[in-house]
């Protein structure tokens, strides 16, 4: 997972969830995806490994989680004034 992305205000994009063991295996379980503060932007599913998320906030800026198998990680994410 990225650090920090910054995207345009309703601009879309694909982002797809890649699990992988400690060995390199592509792990296929279900995923969520959750935001702090869902005025900034939203996702088509929060439950698939591909989902749809569309900034919403102009100026926003919150933080994106990723949680497979009980690990979590996050990605900072800003939108373009």
Not at 30 to 53: A, C, L, R
């Amino acid at each position: 997972i990225a650090n920090a992305v910054n995207m345009p205000v309703g601009v879309s994009e694909v982002i797809r969830a890649f699990i992988r063991d400690a060995g390199g295996n592509l792990i296929i379980q279900p995923v969520q995806w959750s935001i702090d503060d869902p005025s900034v932007g939203e996702f088509s599913s929060t439950t698939s490994m591909n989902t749809t998320f569309t900034p919403r906030k102009a100026g926003g800026a919150a933080v994106i989680t990723l949680t497979c198998l009980g690990i979590s990680d996050t990605v900072n994410v800003s939108v373009a004034p």
